[in-house]
C-alpha cells in the first residue's frame, strides 16, 4: 500500500470509487479540477498493486479544513484504509496548522459516523434535507482544536494502530508532492 498526492490522472478511478456509494455529483472532471485549479485542495491516494483503491480530499480555508469527500473501494472496505486516509489529513491539516476539521455526512452513513467519531469528530449542526437525492439531512460535524492535548492523544494511538496494520506506510504524504509541478 502506498500513499500519495492525487493526480489528474488519477480522476477516473478516484470517481469510479466515489460512484459506488450514494452518489454526490462528484465526476472525474470535478475532481480533476480539485487537483489542478483549487489551490486550497489536498487530496490523497492510496495504491495498492498499482490500483487506486481509496481516496480523500480536503480544503485548507484560512484556519480550518474542510474534509469534502473520501471513500474506499467497496473490495477493499474493512481494512483499515479508511482510517489511514483520514489520519493522512488530518497530518495534512496539523502540518497547515489549521485549528480545527468539519465535514458533512449523511445521517444514514453509520460505516463514516464511526469513523469520524473515533477520531474524535462530533455532531455541531444538521443541514436539513441537505441531499438532493433522498432528501437526507447532513450532520455537520467537527473537531476539537487540533492542539489540544486530547486530540493529541488521539491522533497517537490512531497512528499505533495505523503502523500495526501498514508496517513503514507512515510519515505521510509531503506537502511538497501538492505543488504545481509534482502533479
Ligand atoms: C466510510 C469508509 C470510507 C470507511 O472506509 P474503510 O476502509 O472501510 O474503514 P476502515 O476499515 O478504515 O475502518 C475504520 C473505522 O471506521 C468504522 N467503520 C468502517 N466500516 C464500518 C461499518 N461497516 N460499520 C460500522 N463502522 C464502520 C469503524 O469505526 C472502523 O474502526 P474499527 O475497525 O476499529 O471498528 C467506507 O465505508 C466508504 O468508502 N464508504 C462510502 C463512502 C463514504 O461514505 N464516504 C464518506 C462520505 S462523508
Same mark, same amino acid.
Given at each position: ?8 490522472? *488519477? ?45 480523500? $480530499? ?6 480550518? &479544513?474542510?474534509? !469534502? ?7 477493499? +472496505?474493512?481494512? %483499515?484504509?479508511? +482510517?489511514?486516509? @483520514? ?7 496539523? +502540518?497547515?496548522?489549521? *485549528? ?9 452513513? *453509520?460505516?463514516?459516523? &464511526? @469513523?469520524? !467519531? ?5 455532531? !455541531? %449542526? ?27 492523544? +488521539?491522533?497517537?494511538?490512531?497512528? *499505533? ?18 505543488? !504545481? $509541478?509534482?502533479?
Amino acid at each position: 500500500m502506498v500513499l500519495r498526492a492525487m493526480r489528474p490522472a *488519477d480522476a477516473a478511478s478516484v470517481a469510479a470509487i466515489a460512484a459506488e456509494t450514494p452518489a454526490e455529483g462528484w465526476t472525474a472532471r470535478a475532481f480533476e479540477r480539485e487537483v489542478t485549479t483549487n489551490a486550497g485542495a489536498r487530496y490523497l491516494v492510496a495504491v495498492e498493486h498499482g490500483a487506486v483503491v481509496g481516496f480523500g $480530499g480536503l480544503w485548507l480555508i484560512v484556519d480550518q &479544513a474542510h474534509i !469534502t469527500n473520501m471513500g474506499v473501494a467497496l473490495s477493499h +472496505r474493512g481494512r %483499515g484504509i479508511g +482510517r489511514l486516509l @483520514l489520519y493522512a489529513l488530518f497530518d495534512i491539516a496539523t +502540518r497547515a496548522k489549521v *485549528d480545527s476539521l468539519t465535514l458533512e455526512v449523511r445521517v444514514s452513513n *453509520d460505516p463514516a459516523r &464511526a @469513523l469520524y !467519531t473515533q477520531f474524535g469528530f462530533y455532531e !455541531t %449542526g444538521r443541514r436539513t434535507a441537505y441531499y438532493r437525492d433522498t432528501g437526507e439531512d447532513a450532520l455537520i460535524m467537527t473537531t476539537e482544536s487540533l492542539i489540544s492535548l486530547p486530540v493529541f492523544q +488521539r491522533l497517537q494511538a490512531l497512528r *499505533d494502530h495505523i503502523q500495526r496494520d501498514f508496517p513503514g506506510i507512515l510519515p505521510v504524504v509531503a506537502e511538497a508532492e501538492f505543488e !504545481t $509541478g509534482a502533479n
